[in-house]
């Protein structure tokens, strides 16, 4: 039986933490907040320090999302590839702080930029995270039509990841929008099939579709709340599990 002074396991050995880009800019407008980047980087290791392996999916809407600028002579796929860099230089901003607090960590991107980071690769990242390093997956799948939501996903099927924590604004999946809706009650568990028949939206439909197929448990809470990341690790702090 565990004390309260034994360190609690992480109820996954290997997470992929989805943090949007816009988390990454606090209560500003646009782009990067550095002391909530610090904060999340802290989190982050916290979460690795529970010995979990730690690889992040970093979106990129803080700065640049296709489907906004999309339009007047700029077509989806050049949009696209442009939300994607964004994602790269939220990743490499999330190294740094990863770094500084005390975790060694590596950037691979999707789309090879060998002169910033690594290129993505399926076992340089699944040796990185077997040496205890945090892995940041940048550019979402490195396809244009698809977002990081899909990116997090896949690399967690394909990097065999116990589960995909997914780190948003809102502390987990609710029966209506808890910010219009008064009643609105959140779930604790649900299976991918409840989600599906229910319509509730925990991700975008193909990055749900595939978790469904792949059978990867989801976890979303609130990242707002500091520890938040190593508590979803542990199994521990209020979310909502997706799981079969
Ligand atoms: N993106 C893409 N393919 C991907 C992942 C991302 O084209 O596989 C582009 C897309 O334009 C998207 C942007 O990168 O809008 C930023 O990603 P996302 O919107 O998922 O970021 P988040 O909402 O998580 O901040």
Redesign the pocket.
């Known amino acids: 039986m565990s004390t309260a002074t034994e360190p609690v396991k992480p109820a996954y050995a290997r997470v992929l933490v989805k943090v949007?880009?816009?988390a990454l800019m606090g209560g500003e407008a646009f782009g990067l907040h550095w002391p909530t980047i610090e904060r999340i980087a802290q989190d982050l290791v916290e979460a690795r320090g529970t010995g979990a392996e730690v690889a992040v999916v970093v979106?990129?809407?803080?700065i640049?999302?296709?489907?906004s600028v999309a339009g007047q002579g700029l077509d989806r796929a050049t949009?696209?590839?442009m939300?994607?860099l964004?994602?790269v230089m939220n990743a490499l901003a999330l190294e740094k702080a990863l770094e500084q607090a005390g975790s060694p960590a590596r950037t691979l991107s999707a789309i090879p930029m060998p002169t910033i980071c690594e290129p993505y690769a399926r076992q340089t990242a699944s040796r990185h995270l077997e040496r205890g390093r945090i892995v940041l997956l940048a550019g979402?799948?490195?396809?244009?039509?698809?977002?990081?939501?899909?990116?997090a996903v896949l690399r967690a099927a394909e990097l065999e990841c116990d589960a995909v924590l997914k780190a948003t604004n809102v502390d987990g999946v609710y029966t209506a929008d808890p910010k219009t809706d008064p009643t609105a009650r959140r779930y604790e568990r649900l299976t991918h099939d409840e989600a599906l028949a229910k319509d509730l939206k925990v991700m975008d439909a193909a990055a749900f579709a595939l978790a469904r197929e792949a059978k990867l448990p989801i976890v979303v809470f609130s990242i707002r709340e500091p520890g938040a990341i190593a508590a979803a690790v542990r199994g521990q702090g209020r979310a909502t599990t997706v799981a079969p």
């Open positions: 949007s880009g816009e979106g990129g809407g803080n640049l999302r296709g489907a949009a696209d590839h939300g994607m964004a994602t979402g799948t490195g396809n244009p039509f698809f977002t990081t939501d899909t990116g």
